[in-house]
């Protein structure tokens, strides 16, 4: 089973600061078979990257993905209000299909 | 509009059984793969299990693995998740969530609005 590990656990950060999330595989994630997903609380979660770095339909492109076998990072450009969340990675390219822990970004 | 429907939480004691549902409507349901995925509460996402599109393919995470069966029927749009052997650390809410493609090996890009399983006594 591959276990992904995120970091920072918690990113304290201001509107219109960048942000930079980080997640590692413990073993090579095939044909980049890694998703991002956003959640807010009392809701579900939102695709935002696919594939490492496709974004998702409808989402901003301050929002981008990188990284290929064990290493990957999603960058926020600049925070709006609505960014503050817990961001969630996932690799799908072997089973089970494991998810990060998260990183929650919230207001410094 | 994609839309799923999750049905069927609610409270079980520990060793009981629940089937949840899944609703699927807005797209050609078995075109694409489907799984569950649940939260804990106050917790992270927990990837449960998946089926292709066909419904000849099913995988699932190594903690319900023997307890769980996943299955669909593609003339209801509806998927469905048989849990047996509930523990106290199944308690969760569960998604419905839809793949990008048929095959098992793709990612979610829709996702239902969840139901409560709570395993207690």
């Known amino acids: 089973e591959i276990v992904l590990t995120q970091s920072p656990g918690t990113l304290s950060l201001s509107p219109g600061e960048r942000a930079t999330l980080s997640c590692r595989a413990s073993?090579?994630?095939?044909?980049?078979?890694l998703a991002w997903y956003q959640q807010k609380p009392g809701q579900a979660p939102r695709l935002l990257i696919y594939?490492?770095?496709s974004r998702a339909t409808g989402i901003p492109d301050r929002f981008s993905g990188s990284g290929s076998g064990t290493d990957f990072s999603l960058t926020i450009s600049r925070l709006e209000p609505e960014d503050f969340a817990v961001y969630y990675c996932?690799?799908?390219?072997?089973?089970?299909?494991?998810f990060g822990p998260g990183t929650k970004v919230d207001f410094k | 509009e994609v839309q799923l429907l999750e049905s069927g939480g609610g409270l079980v004691q520990p060793g009981g059984s629940l089937r949840l549902s899944c609703a699927a409507s807005?797209?050609?349901?078995?075109?694409?793969?489907m799984s569950w995925v649940r939260q804990a509460p106050g917790k992270g996402l927990e990837w449960v299990s998946a089926?292709?599109?066909?419904?000849?393919?099913?995988v699932y995470s190594n903690s319900v693995k023997g307890r769980f069966t996943i299955s669909r029927d593609n003339s209801k749009n509806t998927m469905y998740l048989q849990m047996n052997s509930l523990r106290a650390e199944d308690t969760a809410v569960y998604y419905c969530?839809?793949?990008?493609?048929?095959?098992?090996?793709?990612?979610?890009?829709?996702w239902g609005q969840g139901t409560l399983v709570t395993v207690s006594s």
């Open positions: 969530a839809k793949s990008v493609s048929g095959a098992a090996y793709s990612n979610i890009d829709y």
């Open positions: 807005g797209f050609t349901f078995s075109s694409y793969a």
């Open positions: 089926i292709i599109g066909s419904g000849g393919g099913t």
């Open positions: 073993q090579s994630v095939g044909s980049s078979y």
């Open positions: 594939g490492a770095s």
């Open positions: 996932q690799q799908y390219g072997n089973s089970p299909f494991t």
